[in-house]
């Protein structure tokens, strides 16, 4: 298939799919007993329009028409390239989400059959609760919620933890989320020194909670560390600094934002008292979406119940959880959550696979003389850290589109999601891409090496 062929049949797959979301909105506007004669004139013409852009679809040609949404393109990145975009590649939707997402698009779509107590985690339909039990089990924890991304995950914890100026041992890679939602609940953090390696080891985190104790007479409040960082995305000791955290009886958040959805997670063996994930990074959820799980000894206090009371009419609203302002994911996001999960937990059994592609391609990409891997090494992900100072650079310096010359290149090849013109120190990652995919990533930056006289080993 040539990519303009390819790429035609893009444009009409979307053409058809919105075509069909037309035909869906005259079923909307009409009357339950059926169209009128200009709804059936409207359909009509409709279907007409499908058919022929089916046809076009099927041969790859006809003019593109306008796939704009107002002022919005129809995004086809997925679809016309490979991403090695760092945060994209586990958060794509499976195709059951994407389905899930068109017909739970509507707003509260998951309140059809709400009932008493109306909380969106005892839905039974759709089977949000039995959802939440799942979430629970897959992470080997007794509660599981759905939050709008993995930072109010965090939130929800430090809100409910801490009083003003506590400590919160946090890594020195920590994300700028974790930062976020201490200071929101008042804390502070206080960062666990990284090894030569550039790994939290246990004895470092004890190290720090030694030197907070000594600072503010206490011990900090809670610790809080992930299990991969996202800059380098290497390994941190989370068993040990969860014994660690046992020994100095202090709560420990496990940050599994990129573990949770591609790699097996098991909570009571980590030994974590809240595992939070993230659905739209690591869950092939739309954002924004994560979860938050716990143990039953947390529980009651991180989902506690509502104890305000109206003072001129009495009113309360009995077992809405606080933290999480009563429901959270109400419509689309949640139901791609519910959508991928079946296919997002067979896929964490297949993490050693997804390590071998990645170490696989990197092999290759460290076959261009000059170019190093930051990461640790092997790696144990497949989101790394590179840098091609020393090669890719080299040729940004003297060409005269800098270092958008590699952007370029890659983007004639059909791949995308480097930071565009970075040349120096990027982030890939190479999550979901199948053998076939990576073998062409690989070979692409070789055959870029080559075309501009760098060496190759
Ligand atoms: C992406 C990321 C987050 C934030 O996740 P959201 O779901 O977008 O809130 C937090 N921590 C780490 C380590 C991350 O990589």
Request: aromatic letters at 8%.
């Amino acid at each position: 298939m040539n990519t303009s062929k390819k790429s035609i049949q893009i444009q009409k797959t979307y053409e058809a799919l919105f075509a069909l979301e037309d035909v869906r909105e005259i079923f909307r506007q009409s009357l339950p007993s059926g169209f009128n004669e200009a709804e059936q004139e409207q359909f009509d013409g409709a279907i007409a329009r499908v058919k022929g852009i089916l046809t076009d679809l099927e041969a790859g040609s006809g003019k593109p028409a306008c796939t704009r949404v107002g002022k919005l393109e129809a995004r086809t990145r997925e679809e016309e390239f490979i991403n090695i975009h760092p945060i994209q590649a586990a958060g794509r939707l499976t195709p059951e989400a994407r389905k899930a997402l068109i017909s739970y698009g509507d707003g509260y779509s998951t309140c059809d059959n709400c009932r008493k107590p109306f909380r969106l985690d005892k839905i039974s339909k759709p089977p949000v609760e039995e959802f939440h039990q799942d979430l629970a089990r897959f992470l080997n924890m007794d509660q599981a919620r759905v939050v709008p991304g993995a930072r109010r995950g965090f939130q929800a914890v430090a809100q409910s933890l801490l009083e003003e100026g506590d400590h919160v041992v946090v890594s020195s890679l920590a994300h700028y989320t974790e930062f976020l939602a201490v200071e929101v609940a008042g804390g502070v953090v206080r960062e666990a020194a990284l090894n030569d390696e550039n790994v939290v080891t246990a004895e470092a985190v004890a190290e720090k909670i030694e030197a907070s104790l000594k600072e503010s007479g206490r011990l900090p409040r809670l610790i809080m560390i992930d299990h991969f960082d996202y800059q380098f995305a290497n390994e941190h000791d989370v068993v040990g600094i969860g014994r660690v955290a046992r020994e100095y009886d202090i709560p420990f958040l496990y940050n599994g934002a990129y573990t949770v959805g591609i790699k097996p997670v098991d909570g009571k063996q980590i030994g974590a008292d809240f595992i939070v994930g993230s659905g739209h990074k690591s869950m092939a959820s739309a954002a924004p979406s994560g979860v938050l799980a716990t143990t039953d000894e947390w529980a009651p206090k991180i989902f506690r119940t509502t104890e305000m009371v109206g003072d001129l009419t009495g009113r309360k609203f009995g077992i809405k959880e606080v933290e999480n302002m009563g429901c959270t994911l109400m419509g689309g996001t949640l139901l791609t959550m519910i959508a991928s999960f079946p296919r997002v937990r067979e896929r964490t059994e297949n993490w050693d696979e997804e390590v071998r592609k990645s170490n696989y391609f990197l092999e290759q990409f460290l076959r261009v003389s000059g170019s190093r891997v930051l990461s640790e090494w092997p790696r144990k992900h497949t989101l790394t850290k590179v840098d091609t100072t020393n090669s890719f650079d080299v040729v940004a310096r003297t060409h005269k589109r800098r270092g958008f010359f590699f952007s370029d290149e890659l983007k004639a090849r059909g791949i995308a999601g480097e930071f565009a013109g970075a040349t120096r120190t990027w982030k890939l990652n190479t999550y979901g891409l199948t053998w076939e995919q990576i073998k062409y990533a690989a070979d692409s930056i070789l055959e870029i090496a080559e075309k501009y006289g760098l060496g190759i080993n």
